[in-house]
Nanobody, 113 residues
Framework: QVPFVESGGDLVQPGGSLRLSCVASDRNYFMAWFRQPPGKERERVASSNWAGDSTWYAESVKGRFTISRDNAKNTVYLQMDSLKPEDTAVYYC?????????WGQGTQVTVSS
């Protein structure tokens, strides 16, 4: 069983918004969203504890991205607003901190006019 299934990626114009979803096969106390831009390393962009009252954001997305979760559905969301071309990447979710579970296929976000 795939631990995580990400969805919601799309092609969007700069300044636009997207909402990503991640369905987990099991409960995870701490969850995070990561992204991997073309030709670059995977990086963490946001994370949240179980209650959603302790969150962390990378400086590059702070004020634009919001992580939230529906624990009854084992689902974590990433609301992305004011998107920029540099947000273009494949987005993944996983538990955090490491060790990570197996990575899902991710969802492609492309920000371009």
């Amino acid at each position: 069983q795939v631990p995580f299934v990400e969805s919601g990626g799309d092609l969007v114009q700069p300044g636009g918004s997207l909402r990503l979803s991640c369905v987990a096969s099991d409960r995870n106390y701490f969850m995070a969203w990561f992204r991997q831009p073309p030709g670059k390393e995977r990086e963490r962009v946001a994370s949240s504890n179980w209650a959603g009252d302790s969150t962390w954001y990378a400086e590059s997305v702070k004020g634009r991205f919001t992580i939230s979760r529906d624990n009854a559905k084992n689902t974590v969301y990433l609301q992305m607003d004011s998107l920029k071309p540099e947000d273009t990447a494949v987005y993944y979710c996983n538990k955090f901190p490491p060790p990570f579970d197996a990575w899902g296929q991710g969802t492609q976000v492309t920000v371009s006019s």
